[in-house]
């Protein structure tokens, strides 16, 4: 398995403001992901994000909202833009090794 | 056709009962189905997972039954705990091994478990 931490772990946020969410790993992944979890409810995987090439969207996700950065195979983030209270959710990072994925312990985003 | 199905979406039991959650999926080409175990304030955990050509694993507690005609499966909790209160999500993915990655995986809607004393 992997060891994921992110930053921040929490935050609140004022509408109309950006926040930078950071994913770092203990060994070196080729595939990260991140995904969204509304209060109560099941993930949605955001994007995904290759080392070396533009992160791959999902419907309904596009880069403007949610740019992702990975600058090397240890490290992404995904920045949630101009952000409005329906962004309010856990934002998870996961890696994938082979088949597995692990995921990070999430960033509780609110905005206000 | 890449959506997965589980119920129930809520599920009490007592201590030492045996829960069962069941997922069902449309798309065939899924071949990896993982369970994921989340406490509250933390994230997914990955619990036990399986891959289609077998019918039934065991880690510990914890057996996935599989059936691949009926395009479903399902998480058995064998004499459940107190500590095993949480919500339970399975999940399945595509596609074949990529080289130092996994796939993309598609979530259940979850199922929120307690196990009373």
């Known amino acids: 398995s992997a060891v994921i931490s992110q930053k921040p772990s929490r935050d609140i946020c004022q509408r109309g403001t950006s926040l930078t969410i950071q994913c770092q790993v203990d060994?070196?992944?080729?595939?990260m992901f991140w995904y969204r979890q509304q209060p109560g409810q099941s993930l949605t995987l955001i994007a995904t994000a290759n080392q070396g090439s533009e992160a791959t969207y999902e419907s309904g996700f596009v880069i403007d909202k949610f740019p992702i950065s990975r600058p090397n195979l240890t490290f992404s983030t995904l920045t949630v833009s101009n952000m409005s209270p329906e962004d309010s959710s856990i934002y998870l990072c996961s890696v994938g090794t082979s088949y597995e994925q692990y995921f990070g312990p999430g960033t509780r985003l609110t905005v206000t | 056709q890449q959506q997965v199905k589980q119920s129930p979406q809520s599920l009490i039991v007592q201590k030492g009962g045996i829960p069962i959650i069941n997922c069902a999926y449309e798309?065939?080409?899924?071949?990896?189905f993982p369970w994921y175990q989340q406490f509250p304030g933390k994230g997914p955990a990955l619990l036990i997972a399986?891959?289609?050509?077998?019918s039934e694993k065991k880690e510990g507690r914890f057996t996935i039954s599989f059936n691949k005609s009926a395009k479903q499966f399902s998480l058995h909790i064998m004499d459940s705990q107190p500590g095993d209160s949480a919500t339970y999500f399975c999940a399945a993915s595509i596609g074949r091994r990529l080289t130092g990655g996994g796939n993309k995986l598609t979530f259940g809607t979850g199922t929120q478990l307690k196990v009373e004393l």
């Open positions: 399986i891959r289609p050509d077998v």
């Open positions: 798309n065939t080409a899924f071949d990896y």
């Open positions: 060994s070196q992944v080729t595939m």
